[in-house]
């Protein structure tokens, strides 16, 4: 099984939650990410990022907001100029919003904002990057497909699985359910088409989790940001070819549509 020490690893939405913690533990391993990119669109206000970069030299801060092309852009730059002639291992598209609407209450505004930030995000971002990991994929001596070499994970939902519909029965947020459903076949796409690049893509479900998001839904969400980490961080590293494009949650196990 690989570790991420040579690698170089970008999370978006990194500010606080699932991105926060995930920035977290990569830092804390005992072998480390050469370069953790921590993404967010109000780098100043980043307190704990910047508390963090501040003992860890390999932390680098970036502005990315998913919404902005221009803002994509100059955060490739960014982390072009920061890698010198390496690539980018492992793009994690974790940003995402969700509103909390009925199928009454739903609106077209709502469903344009979660499907611009949830689904068209992660699109741009993964098309922005693409140089980068098809870099890291061509650098690397590993064979075959791996998170360590070079993937995209999309940070998605199991409330977009129409088979599971998870916690319906504490919330619709119709919006948020169709665009993780959305960025289910986002992923699907992008992993026919990437995998003989040497591009692992997969689509992520993290758990209900206490977040501000995982408790904006209802307060019972049984997992803590710090035990889904690592989860998530034990279940990357297992992945491969026989992944590609599945639906994987926090434990490793694949889930159905
Ligand atoms: N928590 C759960 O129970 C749960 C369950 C299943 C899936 N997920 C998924 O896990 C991921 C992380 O969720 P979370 O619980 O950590 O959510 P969260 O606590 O609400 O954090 C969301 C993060 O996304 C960022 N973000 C939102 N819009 C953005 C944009 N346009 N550009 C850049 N960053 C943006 C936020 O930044 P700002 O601080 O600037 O707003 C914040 O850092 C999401 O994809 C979510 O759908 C979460």
Redesign the pocket.
Known sequence: MAGFHACNVLV????????LELVKQFLEKSNPPERVFA????PEGAQELKYLASKHPNLVIIL????NLASIEAAVARVEENLKGSGLNLLIN?????RLTTLESETRENMSVVYT??VT?PLLVSQAFLPLLKKAAQQSTQKGLSCSRAAIVN?????GSIKNLLIWDFGHFISYRCS?AALNMLTKCQSLCYAEQGILTITF?????K????SSISDQ?PLTPDESVRGILNTLPMLSEKDNGAFVDWKGNHLPW
Do not use: Y
């Open positions: 978006t939405g990194a500010n606080r939650g699932l991105g993404a967010c669109r109000n990315l907001d998913v919404t974790n940003a995402a919003i969700l930030t949830n995000g940070m998605s939902s199991e409330a993780k479900h993290p758990g209900w989790v977040t501000d998001m995982g969400a």
